[in-house]
């Protein structure tokens, strides 16, 4: 099921066009990527699934229907720009935009605590926001985006100002919000994040869509046909007609081999040709990390 369509959808600013005939559908339960250079028009699509500003001409839909000014009640927005005021205490800011997102004082402390836990600052409830660091504000605005139950979150580079062992806290928690069912468009520059978390992508590039679908077909769809082969021994000398050796490096117990698959010659002939000739204890074929395929989709355009 399609939670949010955005359909045809084209925005410009005093002459430039910052989204050009953009159409993206985020499935329900699943982690999006949101992806592009800067300056691509990802935040200018942000800002329209959110109704901080309108589209030129375009819908955008949730569940089915044209979105309307009650749905941002059901969207938890992580914005890459943060805004916490730094002179309020840390619990009492986070009070303060729970009930500014419609929770009840009772319930908001109740779900503050429990987030607070997760998060290990219940020590720092009474301390000013300033006197956080990066990485502490940032969980605060994390716990702050999600602290209402959205059914819709929208995360503008979350990892930003995490060091890795925050950084994987929070991978966590949001594959449990998707365990939950909740629906998550991540925005990032960080490609491994990508790989791990996100079920589809849409790239955009120069305000339009250059690259869209599932995160494992995109991959495979940009394989070069290399394979990293392990062999038993220090030896691997032999020339064939359905491969090229593109590396070699050798231990006195194995050996590890980079090969490239010519013409039309199949995966089980490559390997059966090999293993005529030399234990494998490994066959894998390589596929491109997103990173890979970011770069050379937006340098080819």
């Not at 619990?91 to 004082?105: P, Q």
């Not at 925050?166 to 949001?174: R, V």
């Not at 007609?241 to 006195?252: P, Y």
Request: include cysteine; glycine fraction near 6%.
């Amino acid at each position: 099921m399609i939670y949010l369509e955005a359909r045809n959808v084209i925005k410009q600013y005093a002459g430039h066009r910052a989204l050009n005939d953009v159409s993206i559908k985020v499935p329900q339960g699943k982690i999006y990527g949101l992806l592009g250079p800067n300056g691509a028009g990802k935040t200018t699509l942000i800002r329209i699934i959110n109704r901080i500003t309108a589209p030129d001409s375009g819908e955008v839909f949730l569940n089915g229907r044209p979105s309307s000014q009650s749905d941002i009640y059901n969207i938890g927005y992580l914005p890459e720009e943060r805004g916490l005021y730094k002179k309020m205490k840390v619990k009492e800011h986070a009070l303060f935009l729970a009930e500014l997102k419609g929770l009840k004082k009772k319930e908001a402390n109740r779900r503050i605590d429990e987030w607070f836990e997760k998060f290990d600052i219940t020590s720092w409830k009474d301390k000013k926001i300033e006197e956080l660091s990066k990485g502490m504000q940032q969980k605060i605005q994390f716990i702050t985006t999600v602290i209402h139950d959205p059914e819709l979150l929208i995360l503008d580079e979350p990892f930003s100002g995490f060091d890795p062992v925050n950084a994987e806290l929070l991978k966590k928690e949001i594959l449990e919000l998707k365990e939950k069912g909740k629906t998550i468009i991540l925005s990032t520059h960080n490609m491994e994040s990508v790989e791990e978390l996100c079920d589809e992508i849409t790239l955009i590039n120069k305000s339009q869509v250059v690259l869209q679908g599932n995160v494992k077909e995109i991959r495979n769809k940009y394989k070069k046909h290399v394979f990293t082969v392990i062999v038993n021994g220090n030896g691997f000398d032999f020339s064939s007609a359905l491969f090229s050796l593109e590396s070699k490096e050798s231990n006195i117990e194995t050996t590890k081999v980079k090969i490239k698959k010519l013409g039309d010659s199949s995966n089980s002939q490559i390997l059966r040709e090999i293993t005529d000739r030399y234990e494998v204890l490994s066959f894998e074929e390589e596929l491109p990390s997103m990173n890979e395929i970011f770069i050379q989709t937006v340098t080819n355009l």
